[in-house]
């Protein structure tokens, strides 16, 4: 089992970047594909980005494909989301997930079976 704690979260202005961190307890943490997630109330936790075990395959949406980056330190157990070029519909509570079930990187929710509490991004307009 993994524990997952987000951080980097908070409130930048449109154009704006930050870089969200989530770090995994455990030591096999190379053994999980990771991916991030993003909710807003009474909406469908949506896809960001995910990222295989090894850091070699990464998948994107459309919706943020070119300014988003995911990245991981399997040495440091953590996983990152580099953020730029952000937009007010950006806003929402970005979530790290962990899966063992997923060899590569996978966009389903439902093959994520570890998440952590969230962190909230705000972009300003």
């Known amino acids: 089992q993994v524990q997952l704690v987000e951080s980097g979260g908070g409130l930048v202005q449109a154009g704006g970047s930050l870089r969200l961190s989530c770090a995994a307890s455990g030591r096999t943490f190379s053994s999980y594909a990771m991916g991030w997630f993003r909710q807003t109330p009474g909406k469908e936790r949506e896809f960001v980005a995910a990222?295989?075990?090894?850091?070699?395959?990464?998948y994107y949406p459309d919706s943020v494909k070119g300014r988003f980056t995911i990245s991981r330190d399997n040495a440091k157990n953590t996983v990152y989301l580099q953020m730029n070029s952000l937009k007010p519909e950006d806003t929402a509570v970005y979530y790290c997930?962990?899966?063992?079930?997923?060899?590569?990187?996978?966009?389903?929710?439902?093959?994520?079976?570890?998440w952590g509490q969230g962190t909230q991004v705000t972009v300003s307009s």
């Open positions: 990222i295989d075990r090894s850091g070699s395959i990464t």
């Open positions: 997930a962990a899966t063992t079930r997923a060899t590569t990187a996978t966009p389903f929710t439902y093959r994520y079976d570890y």
